[in-house]
């Protein structure tokens, strides 16, 4: 891909080093784990068991107004995530920054010509363990978004599972992924993920699994009118690299890799072939209302 004078996005958080994206006992509000042992005392023990604690505490140098969440003694502050530049660690993130920028370009445009407002969702690094709006974040979950806070997870080795286990190396197929994700967030502005998720709760488990297979082979087209609606970061064979990345995670071709017997009622992403027909519909025709994987 031809990257080199694509504008980086703005967009970026890094939880990296965080310890889980910040995440810590305190976050249930209310006094963080001193206020949590306050309760389970007070439950046990009652009056007695308060004054205990309190007088060790004030023995001890310490504030027994942090079990209440108050005074000097409460939770330390969470160290802010790093964002923009401060949030790039090395090449991989450059290039995912610059990858985010031309999803922010296009959308932005495809949007304005259908009399809307794109808003830009956020990229957050992690390394093997993070939180996001959506709860923990993990390496083994892939790359996802989030659409309570408008999100991307991505822990960028990933790239290197995609590289040599699926055999999909260079920049589109990390782009690939990205602008995958960036397909869920435009079907959570355009308002299709409510409807969706209200489709699933009154469905049973297969019809719930049918709903998020036309989800995520939307965001698979999602992905090819992105692409093709940048032509000018295209190079010959990054087609063929997306083409072989969507082929080798269909979920027929998943669960043959893991030795099982393909279950369709249990895909939730769709098989290799309809992976690539639709990322294939969304290069040919670069129109988002082609990608209309619910009247298929």
Not at 4 to 15: F, G, L, M, T, V
Request: charged share 20%.
């Amino acid at each position: 891909m031809r990257l080199d004078d694509e504008s980086e996005s703005s967009n970026i958080e890094s939880q990296r080093g965080m310890g889980g994206g910040g995440f810590q006992l305190g976050g249930m509000g209310g006094g963080g784990a001193m206020g949590l042992i306050f309760s389970l005392v007070a439950s046990r023990f009652g009056i007695v068991g308060i004054i205990g604690i309190v007088v060790v505490m004030m023995l001890l140098g310490g504030n027994p107004l942090s079990m209440l969440g108050g005074g000097s003694g409460s939770a330390p502050a969470v160290q802010p995530a790093a964002t923009g530049q401060a949030a790039i660690r090395d090449e991989t993130d450059r290039k995912v920054a610059k990858i985010l920028g031309s999803t922010e370009r296009v959308w932005g445009e495809l949007f304005r010509r259908a009399g809307q407002t794109y808003q830009d969702p956020t990229l957050v690094f992690y390394d093997r363990n993070g939180m996001s709006g959506c709860g923990a974040a993990q390496s083994a979950m892939g790359p996802f978004y989030c659409p309570a806070d408008h999100k991307i997870y991505l822990d960028t080795t990933f790239f290197d599972e995609l590289a040599t286990r699926f055999g999909a190396p260079g920049d589109f197929g990390m782009a690939y992924v990205i602008a995958h994700e960036v397909g869920h967030h435009v079907q959570t502005l355009t308002g299709i993920s409510d409807k969706v998720r209200a489709a699933q709760q009154r469905a049973g488990q297969a019809g719930a699994n049918a709903l998020q297979v036309k989800m995520e082979l939307q965001a698979d087209c999602y992905a090819g009118v992105w692409a093709t609606n940048d032509r000018n970061l295209l190079e010959p064979g990054d087609v063929e690299v997306g083409m072989r990345a969507a082929q080798a995670i269909g979920d027929d071709t998943l669960q043959k890799a893991a030795g099982q017997r393909p279950v369709p009622e249990s895909f939730t992403h769709g098989t290799s072939a309809q992976r690539v027909e639709w990322l294939q519909r969304g290069l040919q025709t670069g129109d988002p209302a082609q990608c209309d994987t619910f009247a298929s």
